[in-house]
């Protein structure tokens, strides 16, 4: 099939190679021209036979609205619209009305895969009416990785990109489960190798993972992480994961306390802890730690 | 070799089972005659051949010292004991020097793999001394998964059941992960298959693992979990895992929050929201739900 | 001075009844005829002279937002109004900017108090331009608690009722602690009087306050609780407090575990629960508990 | 009454001074000669007529056993020993069969009250037998608040100090909410006054309390908290909270969540996530920040 692809950066520049791998045709769009196939996003639709799919895949919020604005006013009943970048399900909604109303249809696809993506496909998860996912289909079979699993019709519109964001959500908490496992052993006058100890775990154990293969790949370029700080951007996914289920009255205890986390690795001193060493020496003459 | 292996419950039995289908040889005794291979755990050390190893599969605590007991009375210089149990770390030293005293060695070792040790392997971490270690070195190739991983040497006594303990501290948080992030998919109205959304986690993703095709397994059987009580209990390697970072100053809020996560849930009503009830009507005439 | 008053509910009508004690003149408008002093927000805003001060004390949301468009109809340039309800700090700029179309003031106002408001005084923190906030003194003035605390002009519009959240935030985590202390406490086989344990806490102590007299109080009605049901009701001021925070990226641990526990007071059973006794099940053959 | 006091660090001191005021005679000792009264604990013993009631208040653990142990030696049955120092409940049983062998009384009493005690009075809470309470009943009349509160008989032995604990750990938590709220209070751009938002809170809000009047003291005296580090200590007393709920299965989310930050606070960089950094860049290619 035809492709439109808006958005050629680290992911949407694989995943074009991807795609064309599996033998379909994409025609890209970047802004940055050396990336490139066509020079505007009205030429990228020119060059496809409807019913055409553009696949946005451009940061979340406005440039992903910017671009969808331009697609509504290009594109023609019968069209469908895929937006695979990070976006939060709450735009989804907003976005499949806007070109409902042109007669265009609307897919919401959350990716995953990163780097590995292009060797080992990407999870996909999307939500849309069934006639819309169809004619984006052969696309995702060419993304996904082999086997059987690695793409859902996860529900209506929103639903991949909440899903996906479940998804992440449910990654910090893995992650700050090996991170606090790890500082632990390191911190045992008994346990005299670490790094055996997780590469140990890659087999039998209930807590093997990809993750876990990650993390003794990483002890193998720096045993004590010693040349890294303690420092931990989040995405916006995170975030978003823990207001959904504010919403929902959902106790979300460990996925919260590994966004605090990151939140609190990103300090360079903690104003709550000042407080704290303030109030211990009002009432207890404790002595604080000042500045230099 | 030879060894004698105290205890034939779920765990032992099945790994008699496995360490002779590698071609050694097992004397087995057990309190339940039906399971045992010898009548008494003197006639099993009389059965065997020095260097003797007796590998101690009973449960932690007054079991276990019972047994190391009655071992160290039986045992001689250079024979080595293994508890393969789930003792606490703390108690390793101990039972060490209990040994040392009469010239007797002793490994700690932890086992995970849990019914499914049988036929894939028992992951193993053990601690001691390096002599000790290579006399039980053949049943450890003989239990352990196929493969380089799933066997370690994680340092000195104590660093074997340090070791399984954070294991199974990271899988609390790990478990706890998943669980919080399919209550909150199960809540999303747009999501309508959450079990294929999980089920498609399972290539591609970054969250893939073991973990999640045994959350697969459960949600084939039974959809929305609709049979089960949100009830879990938990084995004393949680709570020492906290404990082991209160001892070493490790901030552990995942792994903690999972640990409470499951002594909540076996509370029929809580009394610390009854509280919070009660001061809520005190000070703001809330309505507050009365007994029936 | 006069006041306009819509909105004459538990809280409304005490206000009223605490600023007419004061020798103000309060006109009063509530949907429910036996409350009101007048019979539409038109006739209330005719009886006063300009410039009119309306403080609308309705339920946040829909309800304040139509107050506001009708005020907005018929107040002259020079008004002002005060919204004293709960209203979440991101609408304030909103109704400020709507207002000042039509040439009319601003003030947000958060009022804590509830029941013992009346005879103690209102704590009162408001947010708005110096020279409207001027024109509302009085007001303030008669409701706040006598002395020197209790009132405060916490910055621009939108400061009052985010420093009313944040206090609701810190009221959730403070009434978390002694919560938590008091089911430990019960659960000590030592301490035999848990009651007088609280009651001798009120003084000479760190942690004691209001809210440690209200939860003797609270006890002395009910030693153990007993009639109460361990299920607690959370206002959307918790939510807020933790939303801002993951917006300017501050951990909240302890303010966050106690809206948690909130939420999970309140379900029946706990599907996560549900989901860590299957994977445990899966895992270890451990037992799960079925449903009857 | 007459009183044997051992110990006169600041805490002790301080409460000589006070029990003398009351009217009763107190023979101290203390390892520093410029404190003492006395030469030696024998001293100490001789120069009291029996029943003679000892107080103990050096700190916890190796200091306080080697002062029973010196006391078992020295006193008369009929005597009674009472340990006010910080000691962990667990202690209390072992030490009270100790002296119970020689038929010396002993009763734990938490005291706290910092260094506000010699002017305000300390908070007693002590736990033993009736008949060795009531012999120590005039000191506590001495040592506690004036009015109805601040002294607790809460049960049998241990009583005391797992009160005082558990005081300590309502403490921790009570702390780290005004701490979270001012931190989050200091992010908010409307906000323009956090110093005059906590005074205000003093009178008429649910938050009232001596902590909060302490919190306004510290931005008093330095309103951004500018000079100090986010840096806190904790006592043994936090941690022992945290071990004892989960030796009673509690869940403690706002305590345990107030520990852990001050765990965090102290760490120069935390290992924990270094981790995250690090599986972070192996799965995304996430720019990790590394160490000059």
């Known amino acids: 099939m035809e492709l439109g692809l808006v958005g050629l950066g680290k992911m949407g520049g694989n995943m074009r190679e991807r795609i064309r791998r599996a033998g379909h045709t994409v ?24 019913p055409r799919v553009v696949w946005v895949m451009v940061p979340a919020g406005e440039a992903t609205q910017t671009t969808i604005d331009e697609l509504a006013g290009l594109l023609e009943p019968g069209d469908v619209v895929v937006d695979g970048g990070n976006s939060r399900w709450t735009d989804d909604e907003k976005h499949a009305r806007q070109l409902a109303a042109k007669g265009i249809g609307f897919v919401d696809c959350g990716v995953s895969g990163g780097v590995w993506g292009l060797q080992n496909g990407y999870a996909l998860m999307y939500g849309g009416e069934a006639e819309h996912v169809d004619l984006v289909r052969p696309v995702f079979d060419a993304l996904k990785p082999e086997g059987d699993f690695g793409s859902v019709h996860a529900g209506r519109v929103g639903a991949g990109h909440f899903a996906k964001m479940v998804h ?15 500082e632990l052993l390191e911190k045992a006058d008994s346990v005299t190798d670490v ?14 993972s990809w993750l876990l293969d990650l993390a003794v790949n990483a002890l193998d370029e720096d045993e004590h992480l010693e040349q890294l700080r303690g420092y931990a951007q989040d995405s916006g996914e995170g975030r978003w994961t823990v207001e959904a ?25 903690s104003p709550q802890m000042k407080m704290i060493a303030a109030l211990r020496n009002q009432f207890g003459g404790h002595a604080v730690t000042k500045k230099p």
């Open 27 to 50: 025609v890209g769009y970047d802004r940055n021209p050396d990336l490139a196939d066509v020079h505007s996003i009205e030429e990228l639709v020119g060059k496809l036979q409807g």
């Open 168 to 182: 992440n959500g449910i990654e910090y908490a893995m992650m700050q489960a090996y991170a606090e496992g790890w």
């Open 195 to 208: 790094r055996e100890v997780f590469r140990s775990w890659q087999e039998g154990t209930v807590i093997r």
């Open 245 to 269: 289920a504010i919403d929902h009255a959902v106790p979300l205890p460990a996925i919260t306390a590994s966004l605090f986390a990151r939140f609190s690795s990103r300090q360079e001193d």
